[in-house]
């Protein structure tokens, strides 16, 4: 029988290693001892949403097959063109249009046009506000992925639910403030929900999806008793060595703060079981009663976490062996779009009818789009594209049923309420009840913040 796990033992296993990342940020950060990092906190101004659900889908999912309806691309395929950019390099390409894939129909009371690939998100669409004018620096992978989630192509930078987490802090001790629902981690890697210079018990906890989400997270001492006795005996050595030891004065508080992820040990893997929904519920999300994957099994927990206080949770969608990087055939997305429109409905749906939308920001983007053209107009792939895409909001205060902005006739490029990708951000910690201004940090001699120097909330899709 292995010996129970001491408090820092405990840090350094918990979540595949989020508790040895805390434990790091409480060395680092330059708190007041005593001061909880986590604790619940105001933001600057009266919120519109409690959480963010952030929803993305990896490798750039097509707009002009997927929400922005062009029919003169239609009217004009294999017509030539000169592109402007290409294969991220920036020139005179001659190119051929080439026609949306897939058949468009208006839903919804306002009309919005939605692709024949989402129809279950396309029945929920008066609760969504669609941009159809993003744009955005770069069309890498990992540049475009590191830009929709930090802010910055260029550099390692603070994810946005980190900086969330840092801002606001968490309602529930017994729970990660930003947890990422993943089966594998995006173009870019771990630094998607890295905290970077922030401390580190804001860095997302990542969750894969299996019979084991949270592994280690179980006590290793079977009476609960017994681990209160250790835990009170840990307390008074602790205390004892701060007496004579005042220089550790700072990282006794980041430890005490910590302890509470021993509630983890009770709370986290009830909120992990799905038995005691029911089967109307699961059959929204398109779950299966024994199912501990698969992007509806994503949604349901994201909402049941959402539900017991997490403050940021992001539902990555990428498959064990595929994403929306359709280069060779865009029949791609039909498979992709089949896998996450149900859940994606399903999640708007649960969380409206349990009265959560109003306060829960859901957000679905991609870091970019794909091309309007390509080198032969029978080309059956699409390649990057950055100029112009497609992303969503809903819930948290945003209008729903509205479509904002526009693209030029082929979906191009931006044309009307362009939308950045520090727009989204500044809107997002707007909602949240932050001024993204004044939300900083200093590092290495500056003050940082997510939206870098730039960011405009969007006014016009607030409610």
Avoid at 11 to 24: E, H, I, K, P, V
Avoid at 441 to 456: E, S
């Amino acid at each position: 029988m292995l010996p129970p796990a001491s408090r820092r033992e405990f840090l350094s296993r918990a979540s595949g290693g989020f508790g040895a990342l805390a434990l790091a940020g409480m060395l680092n950060e330059q708190a007041v001892a005593g001061e909880n990092p986590l604790a619940p906190r105001r933001g600057h101004h009266v919120a519109r949403a409690d959480r963010v659900i952030f929803l993305y889908s990896t490798g750039g999912t097509s707009h002009i097959d997927t929400f922005n309806y062009r029919p003169q691309l239609a009217s004009d395929h294999g017509k030539s063109i000169t592109a402007s950019r290409w294969l991220n390099k920036s020139g005179e390409f001659k190119r051929f249009l080439i026609r949306p894939r897939y058949k468009f129909q208006q839903h919804g009371q306002n009309g919005a046009w939605v692709s024949e690939l989402f129809p279950q998100l396309a029945s929920v669409i008066d609760d969504v506000c669609v941009l159809n004018a993003m744009h955005c620096e770069s069309d890498g992978h990992d540049k475009a992925t590191l830009a929709a989630h930090t802010g910055s192509a260029q550099f390692a930078r603070p994810s946005a639910g980190s900086w969330v987490s840092y801002g606001l802090g968490t309602v529930n001790q017994n729970l990660p403030s930003f947890m990422v629902l993943a089966p594998a981690a995006p173009y870019a890697g771990a630094q998607t929900w890295a905290s970077d210079f922030l401390p580190a018990c804001h860095q997302g906890t990542h969750v894969v999806p299996g019979k084991e989400p949270l592994p280690n997270i179980r006590p290793r001492v079977s009476d609960p008793e017994l681990q209160k006795l250790e835990l009170g005996l840990l307390d008074r050595i602790n205390r004892s060595h701060l007496r004579d030891r005042a220089a550790d004065q700072a990282l006794d508080a980041r430890i005490r703060s910590f302890e509470t992820a021993f509630g983890m040990q009770r709370e986290a893997p009830e909120a992990f079981d799905l038995s005691q929904e029911t089967e109307a519920t699961l059959k929204l999300y398109g779950v299966e009663r024994e199912a501990t994957s698969g992007f509806g099994w994503q949604c349901l927990v994201a909402r049941r976490l959402a539900e017991r206080g997490v403050r940021f949770l992001e539902l990555i969608d990428v498959g064990s062996n595929s994403n929306w990087d359709s280069h060779g055939n865009m029949a791609d997305h039909e498979r992709l779009a089949k896998a996450i429109d149900q859940p994606v409905a399903g999640l708007l749906t649960d969380l409206k009818q349990r009265g959560m939308l109003d306060r829960t920001l859901v957000v679905w983007t991609t870091e970019f789009g794909r091309t309007p053209f390509n080198q032969k107009a029978d080309h059956p792939g699409r390649e990057h594209h950055n100029l112009c895409f497609s992303s969503w909001m809903a819930g948290g205060g945003i209008k729903g049923g509205l479509v904002h902005g526009e693209s030029d006739e082929y979906g191009i490029r931006t044309a009307n309420n362009a939308v950045h990708t520090h727009d989204l951000h500044a809107t997002m910690l707007h909602l949240l009840g932050i001024n993204h201004e004044h939300l900083t940090y200093r590092h290495a001699g500056r003050d940082y913040r997510l939206t870098d120097v730039a960011g405009r909330i969007v006014q016009e899709i607030i409610s």
